[in-house]
Structures are given as C-alpha cells and as structure tokens.
T-cell receptor
Framework: KNEVEQSPQNLTAQEGEFITINCSYS?????LHWLQQHPGGGIVSLFM?????KKHGRLIATINIQEKHSSLHITASHPRDSAVYIC???????????WGAGTKLIIKP | DTEVTQTPKHLVMGMTNKKSLKCEQHMGHRAMYWYKQKAKKPPELMFVYSYEKLSINESVPSRFSPECPNSSLLNLHLHALQPEDSALYLCASSQEQGWYGYTFGSGTRLTVV
C-alpha cells in the first residue's frame, strides 16, 4: 500500500463544476503539499498545510490530521484548471517528499 | 524574484555528448534539489544541496554530476547518458532542507538519442 493515496486517478468535469480531489496518507507528517503540474511542464506549489484550511482564489485545501486526510477543492472550474494535481507529504526533519500518484483533471468547456 | 529558473527548456543529446543543466534562484533559499521525472510518474529525488554542500545523493549513477557554485546556482553535468535517462529534470528550492514550501522550476525536457 502506498503511503500517499489520491483519488480519483482521473477526473473529467464540465466548466463551472465544483471539483474535489482527495488525499489520504498513512505516515506521520510535518506538512502536506498540494502541487499542480501542466502537461510537459514544471510543478507549481499550490498549498502547504499542517492543519486546518487554506484558500487561494478559487482553490481551497483542507486537512484533517486525526483522519490523515486532505482535500483540494476547485470552485467554478475552468478549462485552464486542467492539469495533474499532486498530493505530497513531508515528514519531520526529512528531506524527502513522499508523492501521491497524482489526479489528472480535465475541465471541458 | 520568487522563481526557480531552469535552462535550457529542452535538450537533445547523443550518448557521447557532455552537457549541463542549469538552475537558478534568487529567493535566498539555502536548499536546492534535483528531481528526475518520467512520464506519468511522480518526481524522483536525485540530489539535495544544503548551504552549497551536497547533502543527499540518492544513489544516482556517476554519469550525473551535480555542482553548486554558489547559493543561487545549481548545475547538473551530464556525460555518457543512456536513452533511458530521457526524462523531465526538475530543480526545486526551499528555505531550508526538508522544511517550508518548495518552489519548483519549469524543468528541462531531456532526450538522449
């Protein structure tokens, strides 16, 4: 079993829909990261969370430490949101990010 | 400046060539990282530099040689690569090794022919 699991693997939605991507992890962490990667491109760090909830524009990330679960929400989705969204966790004093497999999101006009 | 800049964006090289990838940041970050990413896979950590010293080498073959000339610059020297080394090479930085948020570059798409 992977230490970081994401669901769904693939998600196709219509423009304007509310999107939720889930991440569960099985290890103790110091922080959880949500990242975005466009096809063939670099990675953009969206959020780093250790508790609670963060919001940036149309993106919202939440984390429940007790349940070892995080969600990334996109409100009023747009075709430009189409990308791979990756959940990764960092452990205490550890240089390694443990990566989820990513969720490929396609938003159709 | 809040970016990590990688050059070149694309590189095609023969198996006998020597080339270098460059990564630059001016955010005062003291940790810099090289990752290798194959298609549809998460990035794999290759090297970590902390305060300009090599901190972690994840058993990377010697045909990949990292260099950190100063706190803003990270190079990856390539020599005698194999076709299976073709991948997206990503550079990242963070304020300190393993802590705080990471800033990633846009990557260099390397093709070995």
């Amino acid at each position: 079993k992977n230490e970081v699991e994401q669901s769904p693997q693939n998600l196709t939605a219509q423009e304007g829909e509310f999107i939720t991507i889930n991440c569960s992890y099985s290890v103790g962490i110091s922080a959880l990261h949500w990242l975005q990667q466009h096809p063939g491109g670099g990675i953009v760090s969206l959020f780093m969370l250790s508790s609670g909830k963060k919001k940036h524009g149309r993106l919202i990330a939440t984390i429940n430490i007790q349940e070892k679960h995080s969600s990334l929400h996109i409100t009023a989705s747009h075709p430009r949101d189409s990308a791979v969204y990756i959940c990764a966790v960092s452990r205490d004093s550890n240089y390694q990010l443990i990566w989820g497999a990513g969720t490929k999101l396609i938003i159709k006009p | 400046d809040t970016e990590v800049t990688q050059t070149p964006k694309h590189l095609v090289m023969g198996m006998t060539n020597k080339k270098s990838l460059k990564c630059e940041q001016h955010m005062g970050h003291r940790a810099m990282y090289w990752y290798k990413q194959k298609a549809k896979k998460p990035p794999e950590l290759m090297f970590v530099y902390s305060y300009e010293k090599l901190s972690i080498n994840e058993s990377v073959p010697s045909r990949f040689s990292p260099e950190c000339p100063n706190s803003s610059l990270l190079n990856l020297h390539l020599h005698a690569l194999q076709p299976e080394d073709s991948a997206l090479y990503l550079c990242a930085s963070s304020q300190e090794q393993g802590w705080y948020g990471y800033t990633f570059g846009s990557g260099t798409r390397l093709t070995v022919v």
